[in-house]
């Protein structure tokens, strides 16, 4: 591995380091939208797995949650108050996939 030098100081890397995350574990791609959203979050999914989501508002509040299956979901957002809000979505394994969204 390659060595880091700055002045006096150098850093020997021994092993691959990460430095993204990676939602590979999931097998799927999401697609979520319309973003920003008014009454109905869509939720597009290659895999056709059960998933459950987990809807946060900006500071991290659990709002609700719930179950999706299948190729094609919709979450309705209508009467949420208009903000920055998380969905977090897992697998039986806990493998999870994160997206922001802007509810007007």
Same mark, same amino acid.
């Given at each position: 591995?390659?060595?880091?030098s700055m002045g006096?100081?150098? /850093?020997? *890397?021994k092993e691959k380091?990460?430095t993204?995350l990676?939602?590979?574990?999931?097998?799927?791609?999401?697609?979520? %939208?319309?973003?920003?959203?008014?009454h109905? *979050?869509?939720i597009h999914? =290659?895999?056709s797995?059960?998933?459950?989501? /987990?809807l %946060?508002?900006?500071n991290g509040?659990n709002? %609700?949650? &719930?179950?999706?299956? &299948?190729?094609d979901n919709?979450i309705y957002i209508?009467?949420?108050? =208009?903000g920055m809000?998380?969905? +977090?979505?897992?697998?039986?394994? +806990?493998?999870?996939?994160?997206?922001s %969204?802007?509810? *007007?």
């Amino acid at each position: 591995m390659p060595a880091i030098s700055m002045g006096k100081y150098s /850093i020997q *890397l021994k092993e691959k380091i990460t430095t993204a995350l990676n939602n590979e574990k999931l097998n799927a791609v999401f697609h979520i %939208f319309p973003n920003p959203a008014t009454h109905t *979050l869509q939720i597009h999914t =290659n895999a056709s797995s059960t998933y459950t989501y /987990i809807l %946060f508002d900006d500071n991290g509040k659990n709002i %609700f949650s &719930g179950k999706i299956s &299948g190729q094609d979901n919709s979450i309705y957002i209508g009467n949420l108050a =208009n903000g920055m809000y998380h969905i +977090q979505i897992s697998n039986e394994s +806990q493998n999870t996939y994160n997206h922001s %969204f802007i509810k *007007l």
